[in-house]
């Protein structure tokens, strides 16, 4: 992770201050605010300030005047009823705000969930750092042959070696042109190119950042889809972080998420059949469940 | 306004409690946190909560590692910046969350705003309560003859009692047909209706509640059009309630956001033309101003 | 339902008028495009416009050059897998426009869905027409002793006789006092109130209309929330007809939509582990299901 | 602009192909759909479909039965209306799709617009054609020394050569790196990497594509923003294509668009201070205006 000295001085000053306020706090997430929890080799996961905690949603669902909380275990049940029941207007009572440094490529799948607020850092406007993802090489797989958007068998040491060599050299070759073309100390002959054409230069492996806002039922949306294994793996590391600074932020929201959401499982109308035929110790193979080998196969995964 | 004790003793509890926290605080918003400020005859306006000030835009701006804020006089002519060239996004950085006590019809203009998040007090669920909106004398004003959706002439004392007193009474049959109609602890012969089909008895008078979160951006937009002397007066009012809230939360933003949107003006491409040729003192007329009579007066009172 | 001769003829003329185009076209929503498709007892559904077809979702799951179709069962198995894995961009790329005439409660559920465009009928512009809504005898309920927000048993006859009596006077003096303060054409002794103010005398069972546009993937999240048994009745009535004109439009996604979300389930991690046990043949019951009475019914209600 | 033959087939076929519809059409735009207009070297703006136009938003305004419209002129003159009093809903009654080809570092600009429907070719699924962006010699410039984030003074013939070889140098060897690690049909050594990961050795100047589906409100927004002079040049060259089929599509809200929106002008408070005394012939220079040098400039060019 890159963070300079300087950085790792402001953060430790923001840490530092402590405030008064009569609003609700999460004990748990003010531990880490601001910190920068390390992701990929240079990027990181910072919350930058949140909105309200478990006792919020608890509040909202009910339109309290006061806290809205009854006993804790009260509170915990609703939690767990309302994401049950998918009442997903109480919990968007809560945000939260993050500082995110992600490769380019990370940053254009991320930017997909739409209902988020976002400011980016521009390189319009400014140097982008030499900064480029490159994989551990244990991560360096081949094309899978099963899932057309997927990675398969992982290479061997040599092969991977082989990848990460050239991924390298490419990526310090493109910021040297980047740097080049910028000309922001050099050559006299020339004037430095415009910063929003001389980043076309960059491959999508260099690091941007943002800061990243959202309502807690929308994070649960995107933590449900790129927490996920189907998503790429350098961006359900990022999912994973998150998923943790959930936990200390909103635990009873967190958990009924776990038990509903990323631990459960969603069938079709005819995997219900199968299923209450399997139940009844019926016989049911592939063939006869009206399901297709594909979709039979899903079904029995979820059933493990 | 009707807060019962028991809702003032819920609100003054909250208030009573101070946290520590590490995130970013605005003292006078801090100040009137909770609190019920009264609206119309019944109606309140509660800040709940709010995340950032105005540092945080700036931060956000600036996409910064510590507070991003420079010196106060440099904070406040970026925001003015970012205001003027609607550079929206760092404004979407800060969040506000309001409890609002309103009448039905008056829910049902605001909810047109999509871009927030909402929990309404569930009239399936629970029993509304015997509050409804009667105008102040003074507010009670005839059918414009010029403006096809607002209100012309005052009415006269007389007139004007007579609007209140068929109002009042409806409003006060049709609390008493709900009351029948759920026939809560009452007619043994008959079980109480279904609420949800109870309700289709109360006019649109009646007061409804709801917990409303919002961006400062989003918020801005609100506000530009529900403060705008063409809203109706009653949603006006809340506008101006929470126009205040804003200024304690984010005076530099507040100020901006008057300077640029609420007191400023556009004009139309044919409009520009007409406003150079009078500084360069040429005749100037409607008839001859490419303006339709209607766009010449409504440009004229941008000009007065 | 309240169609005027004259909208009826309205309808009719726009009903014979036939364009040429290169756009896709579904036939079998053409059939019915236009028409009032009557629901409740004066309100109504019409398709006024589409983009799309099935065609048009698997032209841009493949952002195709050409109608991104190759035999139809591909096209259907291909919509069928990206319902199943919830690919949901492609199911935007499809639009509906409808006009829709309701009662003012149930409008206040629908906007809740805040992923669509709508134009509503202005109070403060307009009149309203003596329109409002009285269920049927044999769907009037008493409130649930279960579900805090449904109804229970029915009432015997007398019993919804007592109620919808009372709904129906209450209604016409709401209108006819409407009609007074408004004064369109009458007392010379005072002006009309203005409309803006009038209409609060109205109860909520006045119908409304609306034009109202969605994709056809966030037609289905609220297909599939109010078409559902646990939504109000009304609702329901609106979600069912407007289902069949899906139908009609893009038949693969309908079927996909009816196999995958309204007839499929969802079940929680615990949940899970309870049917892997069911089909093992473990001994099973909720007290040692880790699943609360609840939870336990309603999984069972889901394996029926 | 690089259409294969194969493409160009697809694309005559379905311009080929005419249907009988009851929906409204605009003859304009359907002279070109689905017609590739070129952009940038191998870019293209291509309209798939269309819903609605002129008259759709007249009828929605009006939430009509039928039509909803009445003589062209009062059409012209209620859309004219309705932009200038910034009416919003019935424009979004109109909705539009289109295929685009464009440099992956404009795409990311153009996602920022949040209120749109997209879908994009999968890097990870597909692999990726050999094109990249080179600007056109007399399109490259300097860093802008007054504006922080644009382009100033065009480079000589020399400066501008050694720029564009270096770009278009580095592309290629990009692209060949991304062939090389993919080993489609290469190296028995080693299998090809996966998708998801080779495509990180390619530049942001590299083209993708996506399906981009918008309402006209929130496309007039896009093009208000991405048009204008402030905007990157190679996004107004998009924006610029749009605005013809915008044209195309419906006139007369395209006419209101460039009367209010593109060619009109926003004034602060102050500055409408300002132009009240310039009209007055009262003495005014920036020092005694309130404005700062800057904005002062900024009132000045509107006014010119």
Known sequence: ????????????????????????????????????????????????????????????????????????????????????????????????????????????????HRTANVNEYSARYSILDNEFYVPEAHHVAAQSSINHQGRGDLLTPEQSQYVLDLIKKESMNSYEGYIDLLNEEGDPERPGLARELARMNLTVNFYTQWYWKIDLHNLFHFLSLR?????QFEIQEYARVMLETVKYWVPFAYEAFVEHRMGGAHFSKTALTVIQKLIQGEPMTQEIS???AREWKEVMEKLK
């Not at 990181?44 to 275990?73: E, H, L, P």
């Not at 927490?227 to 998503?231: G, Q």
Request: net charge neutral; hydrophobic share 35%; glycine share 4%.
């Open 1 to 112: 992770m890159a963070i300079t000295n300087e950085q790792q001085e402001e953060i430790d000053s923001l840490r530092s201050e402590k405030f008064s306020t009569r609003r609700p706090i999460s004990s748990a997430l003010e531990e880490v605010l601001y910190q920068a929890l390390p992701v990929l080799d240079h990027g990181f996961v910072r919350v930058i300030d949140y909105m309200g905690n478990d006792a919020s949603i608890v509040q909202a669902a009910r339109v309290s005047y006061g806290k809205g909380t009854k006993k804790t275990s009260e509170d915990r049940g609703l939690i767990n009823y309302l994401m049950r029941h998918r009442h997903t207007t109480p919990f968007e009572m809560c945000e939260i705000k993050y500082h995110i440094k992600l490769p380019i490529f990370i940053a254009r799948q991320w930017i997909r």
């Open 290 to 292: 009206g399901l297709s």
């Open 227 to 231: 927490a996920d294994s189907h998503a």
